[in-house]
């Protein structure tokens, strides 16, 4: 996005915008080669070469928070060896360097974070938060009370036992009012859970004998949005932002959406100003 020269110059931690003004007045800054002195003249601090006494200017980073509703048969990667397509290619017009928080399977579809604000993400990952993460699962045959309770009560995997699951059966054999139903024995289930293991769904599902059909995340903490559109993304309002950090346990102590991370060589990124 351009901005103009002295907000560029301030937003990458160079100068105050007043001392920034000077610096242009005084020829020492150049834009694409360039010498400017106009004080209007706007630039891209993403894609511009802004330069100080001839030295380059980190380029500023916008803080980004984007809910992707991912389909499935795209991987949660920012790149795959294999070529296949990923969730950054969906993600149009996004020039930040956003990651996915988590990871949905190649066949779950469903709601995705992705971020580049790293102390958000690593909160949100930690076991120690045990952020929720619901999701609904189309899963063949008709579980019983003793299925539900043993997947309440913790399914062992790989030899240690996964944390209380909230269940909620939605809709069992026929379809019933909003569920899709495919065949008459499949089930519909809502399931909560608070950690993030390899396939964990699809494995405590599997072990109380109901394998999944179908996967979708339909809530991660406080987000939910049912009108995102397979494939389509959008950008956290400022409240599901502060939502999100109060789950993650980050309260306020983390800078807002809009603020500005300078990277520096060999540094992790740093807050410096919020628009
Ligand atoms: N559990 C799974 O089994 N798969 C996912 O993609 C997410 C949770």
């Known amino acids: 996005m351009r901005v103009r020269l002295q907000k560029a110059l ?50 500023a980073e916008r803080l980004r928070y984007i809910l992707l509703n991912k389909p499935a048969g795209v991987v949660t990667t920012r790149s795959d060896p294999q070529r296949r397509p ?29 971020t580049n604000d790293g102390d958000l993400a690593a909160a949100l990952t930690h076991p120690r938060h045990g952020v929720e993460r619901t999701y609904e699962a189309r899963v063949a045959g008709m579980p019983d009370h003793e299925a539900l309770e043993r997947l309440r009560k913790g399914i ?27 065949e008459k024995r499949d089930s519909v289930l809502l399931i909560t859970i608070r950690e993030g293991r390899n396939r964990q769904v699809r494995r405590m599902l599997e072990a109380v004998g109901h394998p999944v059909d179908k996967l979708k995340r339909v809530k991660i903490g406080p987000l939910s949005d049912r009108m995102l559109k397979r494939g389509e993304w959008r950008d956290l309002k400022a409240d599901e932002v502060r939502a999100l950090k109060k789950a993650a346990e980050l309260g306020t102590r983390n800078p807002e959406p809009g603020t500005i991370r300078v990277r520096r060589a060999g540094a992790s990124p740093r807050a410096t100003s919020a628009r």
């Not at 937003?11 to 106009?38: D, F, M, P, W």
């Not at 790989?158 to 495919?182: E, F, I, M, N, S």
């Open 86 to 114: 990923t969730v950054i290619d969906l993600l149009a017009g996004v020039r930040e360097y956003v990651y996915p928080v988590g990871r949905l399977d190649y066949d779950t579809e469903g709601l995705l974070l992705l």
């Open 156 to 182: 062992p995997l790989d030899g240690k036992r996964t944390l209380p699951a909230q269940v909620v059966l939605l809709a069992k054999g026929p379809a019933k009012a909003g569920h899709y139903v495919r």
């Open 10 to 59: 301030s937003q990458a931690g160079v100068a105050s915008r007043r001392a920034a003004e000077k610096l242009i007045a005084e020829g020492r800054v150049s834009v694409n080669g360039a010498t400017v002195r106009e004080m209007g003249t706007k630039a891209d601090p993403a894609a511009d070469d802004i330069r100080v006494d001839g030295r380059r200017i980190k380029a």
